[in-house]
Structure formats: structure tokens, C-alpha cells
């Protein structure tokens, strides 16, 4: 067999094993391999069923009570933008094993959205939203409600002082809690004509009863890059750091104080990995980690991007990040530390039969090298199928006469638990 001859079967036979290897994967015979989890130190659970009624379920605050009982707090519509928004609560006191059933909390006559908030140290529960008028594509205002009795009951909707004339934006994520100086802030942006914005934080230094001050600490004057979705973590002893997004490129960049807040660092790009456009996600902080859960792109599977406290705060590229599903979504997820540092995570996935009216909230768990002993791989499952039955809303209480502080029982919210899953490993 001449030279010529042997590469010509040699091709032949390459050309047939691709194809014999291609129909495999067409007809599922073989699976392609998920992308490996990169980050050190950090190991992630599958991820679970948390609501799912045929609903668009989506932009969450998550946080637990200082006797650990866990809240969720999130806005159920018809769609992504609608008319008939509305905030709903949920509660797990085991450690996100099993939740009751999702009970309204605020309907107002607009679209309820955009979250952002937690629970304050003295366990009252501040979530911040817009109110958007679906009908002629307007924003109303911006505001929040606050409760004092553990979610029973709900205090009147309040509006921040009006920065600008025109409100077009606002964050979602965490409460910015400072523990040693007894204030808390909420994160807000401004989106502004020629895809420019305003970074800002609002404080409070009564629980959440007024707002009285917004602080700008970043005017993005530079055209089509527009700062989006702030969020930000107290690191302790002054420091804060801060990430948003550019709603065009896609890029994330950092900002940080060492004195309370009081002065800015100019903003500087990350090595976060992102797609096309950005979203600021939610900025967890367990010890001396941090953790972003962020949609990459557009509606995308849930990324996350790890780092140290001390690296980060003086490194931008200190990052790493990588993807923690193939399944997309809207995203808008949340991300609550447990008494045992471990993280609880939730994401809004896109229900596969119908994504535009339909998403479904799912939740999963982040364990560090510092929380567990020496985990020795990362685990990755595809989601789930979600065929769990789906209860009523339950029939809560409408008022407590004292408040339940250190007392917080799911119990007295009329609990029916509709998941129970086995206790996650940090090694599968």
C-alpha cells in the first residue's frame, strides 16, 4: 500500500469515528462533560427546587435571624416586566433543607422589583424595592418596607428622598451592614441618558426606619460603559469593597474604603469572566470569603467569582470565577451565610416550556476549605428535574403582639414543608 493510500484510509477512518462519535452524542448515548469548578478553597452542591408555581419568580433577598431561622423573601409576575408584580415570603429553619409555603407581603398597584436588603442585627428585615408602571414603561419610585416581628407583619412602603428627576434604576443584592458603627446601607445606581449612571449608597442609622442620606460615589460620565447593579460587603475595621457591572461590555470593576465609606478608590476592572452585558448579582461574605453569584450574560446560567478578603481588597484580579450550571435564567439570585459558614445560594432558572412567563427559583449550597474539614473535590450536578408537587400558599398570621426576636419559629407561619432533601456532601 503506497503512501498516498494509507493517509487516504487513515482519513477515511477519522472521518468515520467522528461520525460514529457524533451520532453518540445526538442520540444521548454519551454526555458531554460539564466544565470543571476552578475556584480553590470552595466546593458547590447540586442545585434544588425552591418555588415553581408557573409563575416568573425572581430578584430575591436572602438572610437568617439570629436564632438561624432562614428568610426569602421574592417577587412573583407573569413575566420579566408585568403589571401584577408582588413581593412573597418564604422561611426554612434547616438550614434551607425544607421551606413553607410562599405568602404575599406587599402588592402594591405597579410592578414590584429589583430587591435588595436583609436581615440588620437586631433582626429586623429591610427590603428595598422600585415600583415600576408596566403600562407606560415608567419608574414610579424607589422605596422600602421593614419588619420588626420576624415577617408577620409589614411596615407602610416608604420612598427614598428623590436624588434625581428622573429615578431609572436600582440595585439588587445584600444589606451593606457596618456592625461596629450601628449603620446600615442600601446600594443604588442611576441610570442615566448616553449609557451613563450614578453609583450610590443610601444609609441609615436607625434600623431602617429612615434613609436620610444618599451618598454618590462613583458619576460614570463615560459614554456607553453605564455602571449598573452595585453590591457590597463589609470587610470589618473600615473596609468595604464594592463591585457593579457595565450594562455595556459586560465588565465588572471593584471600588473599596478603609474609612466607613467616607472616601472611594477610583474604579478598577476585575478578571472576572462576563459576557456581553452585566448584571451585579449578589455579594455573599462568609470568614474571609467572598462570593458573587451573577448571571454572565443576558439570561445565562448562574456564574460565581471567589476570592480572599485580603487578596481581593488590594488585587481586582484576585478573582476566580466560573460557571455553576448549564441551565439559563433570569438570575437576580441571592446568597445567605448559615451558622455553620456554609453558603446558601439561590438562582431563578428558566422553565424550558414557556421562559417568558415562566421561572423557577432553585437553591444551592457553597462550603469552604475554613467551614468543612479538608473537602477534597468540587462537586457538579445538572439541575434536577423539578416534579415535586406544588402546595397553596399557606395561611399565615397577619399580626404578633410581641415581637419574636431569638423566638422565630417557621411553625407560627403555618408550615408545610414541601421539600425535604437528603443532607448535601461536600464530597460526591
Known amino acids: 500500500m503506497g503512501l498516498n493510500e494509507v493517509k487516504t484510509v487513515r482519513l477515511a477512518a477519522a472521518i468515520g469515528t467522528i461520525v460514529i462519535l457524533a451520532s453518540l452524542f445526538l442520540f444521548g448515548f454519551i454526555k458531554p462533560t460539564e466544565p470543571p469548578l476552578a475556584a480553590p478553597g470552595v466546593t458547590f452542591s447540586e442545585w434544588f427546587k425552591l418555588h415553581d408555581t408557573a409563575t416568573y419568580d425572581f430578584s430575591s433577598v436572602l438572610d437568617t435571624f439570629s436564632n438561624n431561622t432562614v428568610i426569602h423573601v421574592h417577587r412573583v409576575a407573569s413575566g420579566h416586566v408585568s403589571t401584577d408584580g ?37 433582626d429586623t428585615i429591610v427590603v428595598t424595592l422600585g415600583r415600576y408602571d408596566a403600562a407606560n414603561s415608567r419608574w414610579v419610585d424607589w422605596g422600602w418596607i421593614r419588619s420588626t416581628d420576624g415577617g408577620a407583619t409589614w411596615s407602610a412602603y416608604q420612598t427614598f428622598p428623590p436624588w434625581t428627576t428622573d429615578i431609572h434604576g436600582g440595585s439588587q443584592g445584600p444589606l451593606l451592614e457596618i456592625s461596629d458603627r450601628n449603620k446600615i446601607g442600601v446600594t443604588l445606581y442611576e441610570e442615566g441618558s448616553g449609557d451613563v449612571g450614578k453609583i450610590r449608597i443610601a444609609w441609615s442609622a436607625d434600623d431602617g426606619m429612615s434613609f436620610p442620606i444618599i451618598q454618590t460615589i462613583y458619576n460614570d460620565t463615560v459614554p456607553n460603559t453605564q455602571s449598573v447593579e452595585p453590591v457590597a460587603a463589609y470587610l470589618g475595621t473600615g473596609k468595604i469593597i464594592l463591585l457593579w457591572a457595565s450594562w455595556v461590555g459586560g465588565a465588572y470593576y471593584q471600588m473599596t474604603s478603609s474609612d466607613y465609606g467616607n472616601s472611594w478608590t477610583a474604579p478598577a476592572l476585575t478578571n472576572i469572566v462576563h ?28 456564574y460565581y467569582a471567589y476570592a480572599y478578603t485580603d487578596t481581593v481588597f488590594s488585587d481586582p484580579n484576585a478573582w476566580h470565577s466560573g460557571p455553576l450550571s448549564t441551565r439559563s435564567g433570569d438570575g437576580y439570585g441571592a446568597i445567605a451565610t448559615l451558622s455553620n459558614a456554609t453558603m446558601l445560594m439561590t438562582y431563578s432558572f428558566s422553565d424550558e416550556a414557556d421562559p417568558a412567563h415562566d421561572q423557577d427559583l432553585q437553591y444551592a449550597f457553597a462550603s ?17 428535574p423539578l416534579k415535586d408537587p406544588v402546595l397553596p400558599e399557606c395561611n399565615c398570621p397577619t399580626a404578633q403582639t410581641t415581637r419574636s426576636k431569638h423566638t422565630l419559629s417557621v411553625a407560627q407561619y403555618g408550615v408545610e414543608k414541601f421539600q425535604k432533601i437528603p443532607s448535601w456532601k461536600t464530597t460526591i
Open 86 to 122: 408582588r413581593l412573597v415570603v418564604m422561611y426554612s429553619e434547616d438550614g434551607g433543607q425544607s421551606w413553607n409555603n410562599a405568602r404575599t407581603i406587599y402588592d402594591s398597584p405597579y410592578d414590584d422589583r429589583n430587591l435588595n436588603g436583609g436581615i440588620t442585627a437586631d
Open 275 to 302: 459576557g456581553a452585558t452585566g448584571h451585579g448579582g449578589w455579594l455573599g461574605k462568609s470568614g474571609d470569603n467572598l462570593l458573587l453569584l451573577y448571571r454572565y450574560s443576558g439570561r445565562s446560567p448562574p
Open 368 to 384: 469552604f476549605d475554613d467551614a468543612f474539614p479538608s473537602p477534597t473535590s468540587q462537586s457538579y450536578k445538572l439541575p434536577r
